[in-house]
């Protein structure tokens, strides 16, 4: 999905670019979980399997009452949906945590270092994994991050939650149900990100943009474009930021990860930038756009020009000097 950015079509339009390109998110569709997966009930190991494969998880939680609409459960409890999902992420991951320890055993017996640590960062997770936490909720240092991430546990993604409403009917957040109160508190308590969406309705809109899009949003009862929030939402939560080319050529938004050097962030335009970076020229995007033109903003000293430290921010326009 292209992440909505009004930022890079102003400068597209600025540069009179051929061509505009933005970054994207890749969400993929897993069949929903049901209580049991995690010892294979439905296809639960399957689906498991796919999970460990992603950056961060977006459960969809229903928030509507239909009788037309079949619940899993037979009744709509957004507060135990997400309960029963998450409770079969930390069963894999206890299983997986489990199989790890008995596997390390031998070389903690014999003192190695390395085993005796990994013990002590299991024996952490195991701990929260028993109480029914989740793994992402631990505090850990960098060290035992690293063990953290070889595991590749499910319960320590990023989680946020999309809740689905319907246009028109019973959605718990419109009707005031103690239900949507109870979901609220817990989303809080737990400190989770959530958007709201309505799935039928953008599923409809797809394949339309602009002003079009908005009408039919309009006409089917729909608000705010909540794929847009979800997007922006999923881009955010897997700490993500966007800095930018711009030329007669092409306006482009490229996507990395927060708090990357110059030489790190050039290497989504190619491999090679990292090794043979040798400066970048800088502007913020609203500079640029402040000044009317580049070589304005080179004169009013907008445009800095930076080395291998430097740390890109969101919304950088940067051009690489190898």
């Known amino acids: 999905m292209p992440v909505p950015d009004n930022r890079l079509w102003k400068l597209s339009a600025f540069s009179h670019s051929k061509k505009t390109v933005p970054a994207v998110v890749e969400f993929v569709d897993i069949a929903g979980l049901v209580k049991g997966a995690s010892l294979g009930e439905g296809l639960g190991n399957k689906f498991l399997q796919n999970i460990r494969e992603v950056d961060a998880i977006v459960e ?66 195991d701990t929260v994994l028993q109480a029914g936490g989740m793994a992402n909720t631990l505090s850990l240092d960098e060290n035992e991050l690293v063990v953290l991430k070889s595991l590749h546990l499910l319960s320590a993604k990023p989680i946020m939650y999309a809740l689905n409403k319907k246009a028109g009917g019973k959605n718990l957040d419109e009707i005031g149900d103690e239900r949507y109160t109870k ?41 705010d474009d909540g794929i847009d929030h979800l997007i922006k939402a999923g881009y955010s939560l897997l700490n993500l930021i966007t800095y930018f080319t711009t030329g007669e050529d092409e306006s482009r938004a490229w996507t990395i990860l927060k708090g990357s050097t110059a030489p790190v962030a050039g290497m989504a335009i190619h491999t090679d930038f990292k090794d043979k970076f040798i400066r970048a020229e800088v502007v913020h995007w609203d500079e640029l756009l402040n000044a009317g033109s580049y070589g304005t903003a080179r004169e009013k000293g907008l445009v800095r020009t930076e080395g291998k430290e430097y740390v890109v921010k969101d919304g950088d326009v940067v051009e690489f000097k190898i």
């Open 183 to 223: 979901l609220l508190e817990f989303l809080k308590q737990n400190n989770f990100q959530h958007v709201i969406v309505d799935a039928k309705i953008e599923d409809e809109l797809k394949e339309m943009e602009g002003e079009e899009k908005e009408m039919f949003r309009t006409e089917l009862g729909g608000t």
């Open 60 to 125: 969809v939680v229903r928030i509507f009452d239909d009788d037309k609409v079949i619940h899993v459960h037979n009744q709509v409890d957004p507060v135990s949906d997400i309960e029963v999902i998450n409770l079969e992420l930390v069963l894999a991951d206890q299983e997986t945590v489990t199989k790890r320890l008995g596997n390390i055993q031998k070389d903690v017996k014999s003192g190695k270092k390395e085993a005796i640590f990994e013990e002590s960062v299991l024996k952490k997770v």
